[in-house]
């Protein structure tokens, strides 16, 4: 990828001038183009991007891949209508093409009077700077990492009989030209390493998994031993799983990990909170801003400015400077994750939530890192006050209604406490509730906030992107969790 995945400053512009030929005339010409007739606010959103994974299984590379993709998408608003054209070929007459149609499906719309479009900062900040991404370290030690894995997992315990690994990374070069007058670029790196550990004994197989990055270097999985931690944690959990009994079923107290556990937090609470959902009436917390949605111990943010994490970003994918967005202030709901357009149709000031999984797609809100504030009580005192309960440590998969806020998450490690005590491992149960209910229901909160490791992704109306989620260890009373075991 040459030398545009270690240059910060100006080599997004420059990038892109140099090997598509473009100039600052050229974007000018397109963006008059689209924003002919009609037309409130137009924006040209460039990508290229390579990519590389490898995964290892039984010892041995099974796959092993290296992708370049490149386009560049034109979007125009006319009051609530959007137009959006793409073109994997950056050329001037492509991008005429895209501005044209674009256009074309906006202008049809019968709209109400403009509104200005709120105007984007320029970004003053580097959250990523990485000496060495991970797509640029040498390929021979990233499969040496991936063989050490292996070994050291089978060393872990004789019943692990089966070790998979996967490392992904990939550099992002990303320019957003805007009609009211930004010029912003980014370079963004991101990788992730997994472990998945099968073990097996007497006929009973279980499967533990971990893993962890970010918007990091290579030198990362390296710093104290992080690699190692994370093969002893998806070789911890496959053995623990072995002796886990059947899951309880009934309503009960339930007290959530920090850490990954925020995921239900995520999907079950954050996605109603995005400004597309409540514009449109649709989410379980529409027409509740300024009201009480959750309990007073409940703090709740978005936060896109954490170096390093996956979710981060320094600029969205309109050109905004993310933020660190409140969003429940001691249960009481203060406000929504915008992009450009919901922010205009809704009089409120941009968050820089604005996010597209590749130029291909329309950039809508969409959740960064999203966590729980911590709060005063400690693990030990959340656990000593549940008499007959479940501590959920970490999840697997789940779903959600936004319009209602029902969820289903299934615990992938979970133990009953009895008598304020945690006693034997379960599994098989899943949680089962409504999003602002269970807010309502948190009658105690840690001091232990923790952020997942760094593998969140999020998908929504077909769109996947990195998220970070995060929580502390947080007491939910008379939730339903479902069962084996009555």
Not at 168 to 193: F, M, N, Q, W, Y
Not at 228 to 249: F, W
Request: net charge neutral; with cysteine; glycine share 12%.
């Amino acid at each position: 990828m040459e030398n545009v995945v270690t240059e910060r400053a100006i080599a997004p512009q420059s990038f892109f001038q140099t090997r598509f030929g473009l100039s600052a005339r050229d974007l000018e010409s397109v963006m008059a183009r689209a924003l002919e007739r009609r037309i409130d606010y137009a924006d040209i959103y460039f990508e290229y991007e390579v990519s590389e994974g490898l995964s290892l299984e039984e010892g041995i590379v099974k796959t092993a891949s290296r992708d370049i993709t490149q386009g560049v998408g034109v979007r125009a608003v006319a009051g609530e209508k959007t137009g959006y054209a793409y073109s994997n070929d950056i050329t001037i007459p492509q991008l005429e093409v895209a501005a044209k149609t674009a256009r074309s499906i906006a202008a049809n719309s019968s709209r109400s009077a403009s509104v200005p479009i709120p105007r984007a900062r320029r970004p003053e900040r580097d959250l990523y700077p990485v000496d060495q991404p991970v797509i640029e370290a040498p390929l021979q030690a990233r499969i040496d990492l991936l063989q050490e894995i292996d070994r050291v997992a089978r060393a872990y315990d004789p019943r692990i009989t089966k070790v998979m690994a996967g490392l992904s990374c990939e550099s992002k070069v990303v320019l957003i030209a805007t009609s009211d007058g930004a010029l912003v670029g980014d370079v963004r790196p991101l990788a992730r390493l997994n472990v998945t550990c099968i073990a097996e004994e007497g006929g009973n197989r279980q499967v533990g998994s971990f893993g962890g990055g970010g918007r990091i270097g290579f030198p990362f999985f390296f710093e104290q031993d992080r690699w190692r931690a994370y093969v002893h944690e998806a070789a911890r959990r496959a053995i623990l799983n072995l002796s886990a009994r059947p899951a309880p079923a009934g309503t009960m107290t339930v007290v959530l990990g920090p850490g990954w556990p925020g995921i239900l937090l995520h999907e079950a609470i954050g996605h109603g909170l995005e400004a597309d959902f409540n514009r449109k009436g649709i989410s379980a917390f529409s027409t509740l801003l300024g009201q009480r949605v959750a309990s007073e111990l409940c703090t709740i943010v978005d936060d896109g400015t954490i170096p390093h994490r996956r979710g981060s970003l320094n600029v969205d994918d309109e050109g905004t400077p993310t933020s660190r967005t409140v969003l429940i202030e001691n249960g009481i709901l203060t406000g929504y994750l915008q992009d450009k357009l919901n922010a205009r149709l809704m009089g409120v000031p941009l968050t820089g939530n604005g996010r597209r999984e590749s130029f291909a797609h329309s950039p809508m809100p969409r959740m960064t890192n999203t966590f729980m504030l911590p709060g005063r009580s400690t693990r030990d005192e959340i656990i000593g006050s549940v008499s007959r309960g479940l501590y959920a440590v970490t999840f697997g998969g789940g779903q959600v209604d936004i319009t209602s806020g029902k969820f289903v998450f299934s615990a992938s490690e979970a133990y009953l406490i009895e008598d304020g005590r945690i006693t034997h491992p379960v599994k098989g149960a899943t949680l089962i509730g409504n999003g602002p209910d269970v807010l309502r229901r948190v009658s105690m909160v840690g001091n232990d906030l923790e952020l997942d490791a760094g593998v969140g992704t999020c998908g929504k109306e077909g769109q996947s992107v990195p998220v970070g989620v995060g929580l502390p260890t947080l007491k939910i009373d008379g939730l339903t969790v479902g069962g084996t075991q009555g």
